[in-house]
């Protein structure tokens, strides 16, 4: 199981928090991962960011997640996460 925190906090909120779930649940659609990913918002990842969205993957936090490099982050990150959890 992978746990992902999207910060939906005032900074990440105004850089597009609600855009970034959105495409979050689509991909887990998308690639029927519903029974593998828990998705969640948090308040505040501490690390904000002028540029992007903070998101949690298990443990670590990544920073500046935008529309733009989403696709990459979601097969380079969750899906990495997704296929080393299932080890």
């Known amino acids: 199981m ?12 105004l850089t597009g928090a609600p855009e970034i779930v959105e495409l979050i649940q689509k991909e887990v659609e998308k690639h ?11 308040f505040c990842c501490g ?5 992007g969205v903070s998101v949690k993957v298990d443990e670590e936090v990544y920073t500046g997640i935008t529309r733009d490099n989403f696709r990459d982050f979601f097969e380079n990150t969750i899906m990495t996460a997704i296929k080393n959890s299932e080890v």
Do not use: A, T
């Open 2 to 13: 992978v746990f992902i925190d999207v910060c939906v906090g005032s900074s990440c909120h």
């Open 32 to 42: 029927h991962l519903e029974d593998e990913v828990v998705l969640s918002g948090c």
């Open 47 to 51: 690390k904000c960011n002028r540029v």
